[in-house]
């Protein structure tokens, strides 16, 4: 299948280790994937905060830019919620009918990469592998909007030697919501506090999620606290396979990494066995956790 990856604004600008992570994890199931060069910005952003006559040149460029692709993937719940839930109805707000028809038939070909995995492709064992301790948080427009369900817990259940650890109040909003965390800064704040101490009750090494935007508000708040636990996308989790990460000057050799398939890039985490600040040691407490093959160590099956 020829595949469009639609990169967002913040792989683009701040994370694109997991825009490189979705093309290989493609790549590795055997689909050719696409970046169109003229791609922008959805114009979420603009429509959320009321600027809908702005946004219509950005749909309009959206939908010129992806229309000839079977199929359109982003690593972004947040972004392909606003494709599908909101392009259309700003042209057609605007006055544009044709360009709202348009927009609604590259909506029904545009998938957050949980979606695209599960639903179209029919895969939920992609072949990864990553030995450590993640718990995940379903973000707000993946659970409400899109209605991802169980697709990310499917997928990440069948990678090889992660212990899956069951995050509390999981459906609870992490507070950061795009302007939101900006307008309501102190509500937003006693949102992620609330998030944080449910992550570190887990004990995990990891958090992951199919928004880098939630991750980035959460891994702030994470760090601020010296947790030691990491935040990793959905998509660098899938695509990780038990290649050895090559060495790295000044790298503390006392911290596992996971090699990302062809990246070089490896992403550090707390030792397994060690309890970082306010996380309970391995085994102390762990909620609803669920054991993936390969998980006490050992090359993967």
Do not use: W
Request: proline residues 6%; negative net charge.
């Amino acid at each position: 299948m020829r595949i469009a990856l639609f990169i967002t604004c913040l792989a683009d600008a701040l994370f694109p280790d997991v825009g490189k992570a979705t093309v290989r994890l493609l790549e590795r199931l055997g689909h050719d994937v696409d970046f169109p060069a003229a791609q922008t910005c959805c114009g979420q952003m603009h429509i959320n905060t009321g600027y809908q006559p702005e946004a219509l040149p950005l749909v309009r460029h959206f939908v010129e830019t992806f229309e000839p692709y079977e199929a359109i993937v982003a690593p972004s719940g947040s972004c392909v919620g606003s494709v599908r839930h909101q392009h259309a109805m700003v042209a057609r707000g605007q006055g544009d009918e044709e360009l709202a028809r348009r927009a609604e038939a590259v909506a029904e070909r545009t998938y957050e990469l949980s979606e695209l995995l599960v639903d179209v492709l029919g895969v939920e064992d992609v072949g990864a592998y990553y030995p450590h301790r993640v718990t995940y948080h379903p973000t707000c427009h993946s659970l409400r909007m899109l209605r991802v369900g169980e697709k990310p817990l499917r997928l990440l259940r069948n990678v090889r030697g992660m212990t899956l650890l069951e995050l509390p109040a999981a459906d609870q909003c992490c507070g950061f919501g795009g302007t939101f965390a900006i307008k309501n800064a102190e509500t937003s704040t006693a949102m992620l506090a609330d998030k944080m101490r449910n992550v570190l009750d887990t004990g995990a090494e990891a958090l992951t999620a199919g928004d880098s935007s939630c991750l980035m508000h959460i891994g702030g708040g994470l760090s601020r606290l010296r947790s030691g636990t990491e935040t990793v996308h959905l998509a660098e989790i899938l695509a990780s396979t038990d290649a050895p990460a090559p060495q790295r000057d000044g790298a503390d050799q006392r911290r596992p990494s996971t090699r990302s398939e062809g990246s070089g890039v490896a992403r550090s985490g707390t030792a397994p066995g060690a309890a970082a600040a306010g996380v309970p040691a391995p085994g102390a407490q762990e909620v609803g956790s669920s054991r993936t093959p390969a998980a006490s160590g050992g090359s993967p099956a």
